[in-house]
Structure formats: structure tokens, C-alpha cells
T-cell receptor
Framework: AQSVAQPEDQVNVAEGNPLTVKCTYS??????LFWYVQYPNRGLQFLLK??????LVKGSYGFEAEFNKSQTSFHLKKPSALVSDSALYFC?????????????FGQGTELSVKP | DSGVTQTPKHLITATGQRVTLRCSPR?????VYWYQQSLDQGLQFLIQ???????AKGNILERFSAQQFPDLHSELNLSSLELGDSALYFC???????????????FGPGTRLTVL
């Protein structure tokens, strides 16, 4: 069965500091991994994805994520956090054998960036 | 703006009632996915349609049903509503069925359903 874990409910970072939001996954085949962000009263916005190739994926708004197959992780990172990055972040996965294309989401991590 | 539209934005109704949520996918996208976001269950996949045909089902209750029309818009019907059905309902779309391509799902703004 596919699953995603985001071990931290909340991450607090000072503005200008680097941030990391953690994600680990479990799939039976090769994973397709996604990060989405949700601002209050808004839908999910796509940030980046890993399908194949380079383990370091760059996405929107200066975010990047590193795929680590041996640790089954896909942590989201940003070198310098902004107050406007404060939001709810979701990691999602599906595997190559997944019927259709449904995504399995983690429980979300609330990122709070303080000035 | 993802290009996926959902109506209505908010819906308030009473227990036992029936509602219909509407989703229009991005131009050219053939696949529509429905998800439910609630505080206790998180984000859960409900159902997927591709070019009018049901393709995958998740933890969708029997009281819930969906369909995709020839113009590719989709509707999610929720009946005999219970308090626990209060949630944010999202739809997403992709160009293809899902497959090995890893298509990105672009989400609509959601419909917030409140059951009183």
C-alpha cells in the first residue's frame, strides 16, 4: 500500500533562515512525488515534482526538494524563508502501478515563518 | 490561477439534504479527480473520471456519486448528508488518465460544504 508521512505537524523558522519540511513515503513501484502548498481559504498550489532523473528538483517560489531513494524521503527545502511562505504544505505520492493517477497525501505540515 | 474552476465556493445545508458540486477541468484536460479535505481525515481521494468513464475509486461513501459529462465537466453528488460530511471538496485535473507520465494534478479552489 502507498503511504506518505510528514513527521512534523508544525515547523517554525525565522525569516531569512533555511527551511526544511520533511516527507517520507512508501510505494511498491517507482514513486512519483509532489509537493503542494495551501494558503488559508485557498486551493492547493503545485510547487514541484519528482518523476525521474536528477534527485534535486527545483520548483516555484525558490523551493526545491531532494529525492533520496535509500531513505525513501523527499524533503522540501528553501535556502532563505520568507514570511509569505507561511502556509500548509502537503507531500503526495503515487507509484507507477497506481490505477489511474490518484495521489496519496501526507497529513500536512504547517510552516510558520516569523519576522 | 490553476485553470480549474469549482462552484459553488461555499455551501451550507442541513442534515439529510442532497447537494451537487461542480468542477470544470483545465482546457484540454480529460481526467478529473475529486478529493475531500477534513480535519480528522486529511486529504483523501474520492474518485477519478477520465473522458466520461470512472477510472478509480477511493474511500467514497455509497451516499456519494459522481459523473463526468461530454463537455468534460464533472459533478459530485452528496446525498443524505451528515454532520461529518462537512469538509472542503477539491477537484483536480490532468491531461491524461494518470499513467506513467506523472502528470501534475492542478487543483481548483474547492467547495466548502457545511452541514448543519
Amino acid at each position: 500500500a502507498q503511504s506518505v508521512a510528514q513527521p512534523e505537524d508544525q515547523v517554525n523558522v525565522a525569516e531569512g533562515n533555511p527551511l526544511t519540511v520533511k516527507c517520507t513515503y512508501s510505494v511498491s513501484g517507482n514513486p512519483y512525488l509532489f509537493w503542494y502548498v495551501q494558503y488559508p481559504n485557498r486551493g492547493l498550489q503545485f510547487l514541484l515534482k519528482y518523476i525521474t532523473g536528477d534527485n534535486l528538483v527545483k520548483g516555484s517560489y525558490g523551493f526545491e526538494a531532494e529525492f533520496n531513494k535509500s531513505q525513501t524521503s523527499f524533503h522540501l527545502k528553501k535556502p532563505s524563508a520568507l514570511v509569505s511562505d507561511s502556509a500548509l504544505y502537503f507531500c503526495a505520492v503515487r507509484d507507477q502501478y497506481n490505477q489511474g493517477g490518484k495521489l496519496i497525501f501526507g497529513q500536512g505540515t504547517e510552516l510558520s515563518v516569523k519576522p | 490561477d490553476s485553470g480549474v474552476t469549482q462552484t459553488p465556493k461555499h455551501l451550507i445545508t442541513a442534515t439529510g439534504q442532497r447537494v451537487t458540486l461542480r468542477c470544470s477541468p483545465r482546457s484540454g484536460d480529460l481526467s478529473v479527480y475529486w478529493y475531500q479535505q477534513s480535519l480528522d481525515q486529511g486529504l483523501q481521494f474520492l474518485i477519478q473520471y477520465y473522458n466520461g468513464e470512472e477510472r478509480a475509486k477511493g474511500n467514497i461513501l455509497e451516499r456519494f456519486s459522481a459523473q463526468q459529462f461530454p463537455d468534460l465537466h464533472s459533478e459530485l453528488n452528496l446525498s443524505s448528508l451528515e454532520l461529518g460530511d462537512s469538509a472542503l471538496y477539491f477537484c483536480a485535473s490532468t491531461p491524461r488518465e494518470g499513467g506513467p507520465g506523472g502528470d501534475t494534478q492542478y487543483f481548483g479552489p474547492g467547495t466548502r460544504l457545511t452541514v448543519l
